[in-house]
């Protein structure tokens, strides 16, 4: 059974970093596509970072040089992914969650579409105060 647990939120001042963890067992294949999502109060989920397992990452904008996705593949099924996130922003604050997916090809321009995903952990929250 695919479980994704995500760990490492916080309350943090503006400016400061966090680094988010997601444990992933269970699968017997690799995913093509590990991602990370957030969706504050009254906002749609939106796509923060994807990492393909070959290890090509695409960002939000909104995230771009101030996050960065990375995962450890000790094990092709159990993988932990991270998202470290330095100078973060009061608009920042989300639940975070982490999902995988492997309905897409290399090199999707939909990496960052929630619908692409299959899989999902329970979430992380991430308060950012200024």
């Known amino acids: 059974q695919v479980q994704l647990v995500e760990s490492g939120g916080g309350s943090v001042q503006a400016g400061g970093s966090l680094r988010l963890s997601c444990a992933a067992s269970?699968?017997?294949?690799?995913?093509?596509?590990m991602g990370w999502f957030r969706q504050a109060p009254g906002k749609e989920r939106e796509g923060v970072a994807a990492?393909?397992?070959?290890?090509?990452?695409?960002?939000?904008n909104a995230v771009k040089d101030r996050f960065t996705i990375s995962k450890d593949n000790t094990k092709n099924t159990e993988n932990t992914l991270y998202l470290q996130m330095n100078r973060l922003k009061p608009e920042d604050t989300a639940m975070y969650y982490c999902?995988?997916?492997?309905?897409?090809?290399?090199?999707?321009?939909?990496?960052?579409?929630?619908?692409?995903?299959?899989?999902w952990g329970q979430g992380t929250q991430v308060s950012v105060f200024s």
């Open positions: 269970g699968y017997t294949y690799t995913p093509y596509y």
């Open positions: 990492i393909e397992s070959i290890g090509l990452t695409t960002y939000a």
């Open positions: 999902a995988t997916s492997s309905a897409m090809g290399w090199g999707s321009s939909r990496a960052l579409a929630s619908s692409e995903y299959k899989f």
